[in-house]
């Protein structure tokens, strides 16, 4: 009895640094319990838990996020993910209790309004990381202009087919947003060259541009992203060395109004796009009529295999 005494009071009395440290090592779903265990551990979570991931729960989602969420004051990452049952009041809990958050996954999440997610911009003005994906309902213009508003320094943004945005909704990201690096625009198929020439525009950080399915994009949307990587690098010295290289990977699949010489274009104003099989980032699936198009490295490796077969020849 005493051993089991002095053990608990061992626990109780663990540093706050150690705590953390041990429920660190938990899942998600233990944690929760934790929080129980006793007040201790209840105040340790809420002031140290700075990722978190409910996307395993869904029947009572809503509840969690209302009730408990809101009390992990610094939480920074939340993974809220696939409960299609997320509703209005449970994103103005979430903004009014979580202020810090700088990534935010609700991808799935079809429950709440465009209204809801404004409002969560405009409170959580840290979102550097935001994943939207399947949000159809919330993810309108209006929200996006909300969005470019208040979270100037976002860097991810996942819009896949949220098939309400338009050229409004991106026009005002690449205006308001110029530090992204990666847009999902997947399946967004209102969407047509405006859109992409803004981004070109505007987005000088660039990395990741995923268009697939956006059968309105033409190639005039393909020579405004090439030449916006010869403008960004001679037009402003600030630039830094390590964003020199401008796009990295780009989704035109099944974009079937684009034709060779304009894709040619952009791969070869963006030394980091490829068609090799090893570093594959230029996606063009579904474009039969793309099949010319090579990076440089693919070229000159079929070029050294022409030199090698006319060398055994002789």
């Not at 051993?3 to 929760?32: H, N, Q, Y």
Request: hydrophobic share 40%; aromatic share 6%.
């Amino acid at each position: 009895m005493e051993r089991s005494a002095v053990a608990i009071a061992g626990w109780k009395d663990l540093p706050m640094e150690l705590l953390l440290r041990v429920l660190s090592l938990l899942d998600d779903s233990t944690v929760f319990v934790a929080s129980s265990v006793c007040k201790g551990w209840r105040i340790a979570l809420c002031l140290g838990l700075t990722s978190f991931s409910l996307s395993w729960c869904n029947n009572n989602m809503n509840n969690l996020v209302q009730s408990v969420i809101p009390k992990f004051v610094k939480l920074q990452d939340l993974d809220l993910s696939k409960s299609r049952k997320l509703s209005d009041h449970s994103l103005y809990n979430l903004a009014r209790g979580c202020p810090c958050l700088t990534k935010l996954n609700i991808s799935g999440c079809s429950g709440f309004s465009d209204s809801a997610l404004a409002h969560l911009a405009s409170c959580c003005r840290n979102l550097k990381y935001l994943n939207l994906c399947g949000c159809v309902k919330a993810a309108s213009d209006k929200a996006l202009q909300a969005i470019s508003y208040h979270c100037n320094g976002l860097q991810s943004l996942n819009l896949g087919w949220c098939d309400c945005v338009t050229d409004k909704g991106v026009t005002s990201l690449a205006a308001g947003c110029p530090n992204l690096r990666a847009l999902d625009l997947c399946g967004c198929v209102l969407i047509t060259d405006e859109s992409v020439i803004a981004l070109a525009n505007g987005c000088p950080h660039l990395r990741s541009l995923d268009l697939y399915y956006c059968q309105n994009i033409t190639d005039r949307a393909m020579y405004s992203l090439a030449n916006s990587h010869v403008n960004h690098n001679h037009g402003s010295r600030r630039i830094s060395s390590i964003d020199k290289g401008g796009l990295m990977n780009l989704n035109i699949s099944q974009c079937t109004a684009l034709t060779p010489p304009a894709v040619q274009a952009v791969c070869n104003s963006f030394p980091e796009l490829h068609t090799c099989p090893e570093r594959h980032s230029l996606i063009i699936s579904g474009c039969l009529n793309l099949t010319s198009v090579h990076c440089a490295c693919a070229i000159q490796a079929n070029r050294a295999s022409r030199t090698a077969l006319a060398s055994h020849a002789y």
